[in-house]
């Protein structure tokens, strides 16, 4: 039998990060990408160009009508983004193809309305919300949570956008203009209530068809005007029942909604009534690799871009546990640099023990261009290590 | 600055793990490659297919000629394997091409005669040794050492080929006949006591043009027929001062033969005079990346494929110590599987931690198709699951 064939939609920084793991693993790896420039195609020699919306491009990818395994069909097909469209999917799932998460999962990673209705069906705590038919429909709201709220669009946000933060109905007027959304795209919007949490937690865990479950540890992201800019592994000081509570939630998530592959559950962490201990409650659903599971790579016995591949071609999980008992991973938002390459030189002379991970991306302000991740023992120092290195490499 | 771009001679397994090394830091990598299907081509988007001889082919791989960095020339050009045409490397060198390893001191790699030679001027401790400029010179040699020696081709050989054990000089009369080396090809002989070794170690440094020099633990290397099967990082029960001894002289090597990137120093553990600590004697050198070092992929701060290419770009060079007390990492030397990929769920299942690289090379009998290291505390059970993971790959 020869390799397997994994198909993934996207060329970005998380398809790249797949290619190391298919090296290892002897499977063939092909993606749809952007642009034959794409972070991914600098890197995966299988890489059609083409829109994941468009279907003909997306069922080359699947059939393997070109490149360097032309004529061998992918095995399986997965994703690095959430969008693609689902009737499309389901189509190709009706046609015999193994679509890994499948659309019925994904679309809760999709649609945070249908994601919030899910997730109350099944007992997860999430922030009090509700969708938004109108403008009345968000000012009974305010009254109900205090005055202040977030407003968000039901799909198409990432990264803090179609994300905002609200005390009155005006202040999201405009996106009520003409129809639903901003800049009247008729997407619909919802409401939550701005959580009083004390900081992010995020759960990765990864699923195989055949149900096989396993989670890494529990992480707390730290971001920054919405963007994910540090990751600590193991969360420090989480209490062992949070963690536990945590981990739970993610499997039960994963199950209730037949994930396939890695789904990263965002959490926010609230402190307990009458000084019990702290509770979770569901911030996001991502259904592939996650920022908050870069660290991995090096800091986990199995790296999430390895399980991920493994969870979607239904093969046994690898163990989870992490190297050393810290992590820090430290995004690079955005660089002074013209190519991140161009200070490859000062941070490997700052730090002989930072591993760099740059993703060939052209240079934009905030965009995510690499990350980088140090391990050890002493939280303080690692911390302190990976936030000078992601700093030289932000110029 | 656009990113760096290495050029690398080969398309083996060794050129395929630099890509994930390459992927992380952002380099460009360009490999020349026997075969379209090469195990390296599987994984490299710029990967010109030509002889690693051929002028034109390697003209063309500095150049960039053609691929998807066409018209970037190689900031350096480096090798996997030792078969090329120093003449022509000596030209581009002078032509201003960065050449690392240079041709001067690559054909220590290629030629064990000038090897020898060298290394006993530098002191080097080698086992006794003698050009054979005919059947009177082994016979002679034969009696000093007792008997029974090692013939071999100063060129060409690899994996136990090229090399015969001779008790007698008419044991290895054909190699002479119509002129030295197998087959009348012309390539000069040597002979070498057969060293009393107890075991085989490896030390593995890299090297910057600028001089810096860091070096993995010492292992051993456990030799099947004249082929590495195991290697356990770090050599078991090995005396400090041997380990010192031993580290010390590859350093020696790598700046008396001015190498950059990284060599592999392969070595005879022998018992020391009179009850004293043991010693070491070279056995054979690389200038590239080697088997002995797979385990560095993720067992050390820093792989050897890594490393290589920071030395190869003179970048800083990194950590090299061991993640875990020991790795074990086991060769999968031929298969009864058809394509090794079909013992993935096999291995996966039995053991969750072992960490599997394939090379994505047809299965013949014997042949290098991957290999797998496995981490951790207990040297014993590390080993055993090693090469459990390793015999399921083999079938």
Redesign the interface.
């Known amino acids: ?4 064939v994994v198909a993934v939609v996207g060329g970005g920084q998380l398809a ?2 797949m ?2 793991a ?7 790896l092909r993606a749809l990408v952007e642009d ?1 420039t794409s972070s991914a ?5 299988d ?1 059609p160009v083409g829109a994941a919306r468009d279907e003909a491009a997306l069922r080359a990818l699947v059939a393997g009508s070109s490149g ?1 395994a032309a004529g061998r069909p992918a095995d399986v097909l997965t994703f690095e983004h959430e969008q693609v469209p689902n009737a499309l999917l389901e189509q190709l799932a009706r046609e015999g193809h193994a679509v890994r998460p499948s659309a019925a999962a994904l679309v809760h990673a999709q649609d945070k309305i249908v994601m919030r209705r899910r997730l109350t069906e099944l007992g997860v705590p999430c922030p009090r919300w509700a969708e938004l038919p109108d403008l009345a429909a968000l000012e009974t709201f305010l009254v109900a949570v205090g005055g202040t709220a977030v407003v968000k669009t039901a799909r198409g946000g990432y990264d803090g956008k179609g994300v905002r933060v609200v005390h009155s109905a005006e202040d999201v007027a405009d996106w009520f203009e003409s129809s639903y959304g901003p800049d009247g795209t008729g997407i619909p919007l919802l409401v939550e209530e701005k959580v009083p949490f004390t900081r992010e937690l995020a759960v990765l865990v990864a699923r195989r068809p055949s149900g096989q479950v396993r989670a890494w540890p529990v992480v707390e992201s730290v971001q920054v005007d919405g963007v994910c800019a540090e990751v600590i592994a193991p969360a420090p000081g989480l209490a062992p029942e949070v963690a536990r509570a945590a981990t739970s939630l993610a499997v039960t998530i994963a199950a209730g909604l037949g994930v396939t592959g890695v789904l990263a559950v965002e959490l926010f962490e609230v402190p307990g009534d009458g000084g019990g201990p702290p509770t979770v409650v569901v911030n996001e659903l991502a259904m592939r690799p996650h920022n908050s599971g870069h660290w991995t790579i090096e800091g986990s ?2 790296s999430q871009f390895e399980q991920h591949l ?1 969870a979607v ?1 239904d ?5 989870t546990s992490a ?2 008992p810290w992590a820090v991973m430290a995004n690079v938002l955005g660089s002074g640099h ?5 200070a ?2 000062a941070v ?2 700052l730090d ?2 930072a ?6 991306k052209s240079v934009r302000p905030g965009r995510k261009l ?1 990350h980088v991740t140090v ?1 050890g023992d002493d939280l303080v120092e690692v911390r302190a290590r990976a936030q000078a290195a992601a700093a030289i490499l932000a110029g």
Chains 1, 2 share one sequence.
């Open positions: 039998m020869a390799a397997p790249r990060m290619a190391p298919a090296t290892a693993l002897g499977v063939h034959a195609a600098q890197v995966i020699p890489a360097p016995v199995t493994r071609l093969l046994p999980l690898g163990q190297r050393q013209a190519e991140l390459t161009d490859l030189a490997t002379a002989a023990g591993k760099v991970q740059l993703y060939g690499g391990l």
